[in-house]
C-alpha cells in the first residue's frame, strides 16, 4: 500500500495479543505487506502518533493507516480517535475501528468523530481481508497529503 509513492506504515493499537496476531496475519493474507507497528495501550501509541508534546508535528511527514481497537486498558479508543481526528497533522490519516462492540450508538459515535471503516471482532476474516484490500485501493485513489 502507497500514497503519492511512498509507504504507508500500518499503526496497530489492540492489547490482546491473540488478536493482534490474527490481524497481522489477515493483513498479510489480504497481500498488504506494509510495515505494521504494534501497540498495546493509548499513551504510547499517542507518544508515536502525535509525539509526547501531542503537537502531532512528528506525523506530518508520515504516510500511515491506523487500525484501533476501541477497549484498551488506559483509554477508551474513541478518546485516541478524537486526538487524532482534531489534530491538524493527523486528521487525513485513516482509521479503521476494530472492536467487539456492535453498539449502534457507538458505531455512530466513531463515524461522527471520523473513523473510515467500522469492523467488529470476532470478525468472519474474509470481511477483514477484504476490508484491507478495499483500503489499499483507499489509499491508492485518494491522495493522501502529508497535513
Do not use: W
Amino acid at each position: 500500500m502507497t500514497a503519492n509513492g511512498k509507504e504507508v506504515t500500518i499503526v496497530m493499537i489492540e492489547d490482546d495479543e491473540g488478536h493482534a496476531r490474527l490481524i497481522e496475519k489477515n493483513v498479510r493474507r489480504a497481500g498488504v505487506n506494509n510495515e505494521i507497528i504494534p501497540f498495546m495501550d493509548g499513551k504510547t501509541a499517542l507518544d508515536y502518533l502525535l509525539g509526547e508534546d501531542r503537537s502531532g508535528e512528528v506525523s506530518a511527514e508520515r504516510y500511515l493507516l491506523v487500525l484501533l481497537d476501541l477497549n484498551l486498558p488506559d483509554m477508551s479508543g474513541t478518546e485516541i480517535l478524537e486526538k487524532l481526528k482534531s489534530n491538524q497533522h493527523t486528521r487525513r490519516t485513516p482509521i479503521v475501528i476494530l472492536t467487539t462492540t456492535d453498539d449502534e450508538t457507538e458505531i455512530k459515535k466513531c463515524y461522527d468523530l471520523g473513523a473510515n471503516v467500522y469492523i467488529t471482532k470476532p470478525v468472519d476474516y474474509d470481511g477483514f481481508a477484504n476490508a484491507i484490500r478495499q483500503l489499499g485501493m483507499f489509499f491508492s485513489v485518494m491522495q493522501i497529503a502529508p497535513a
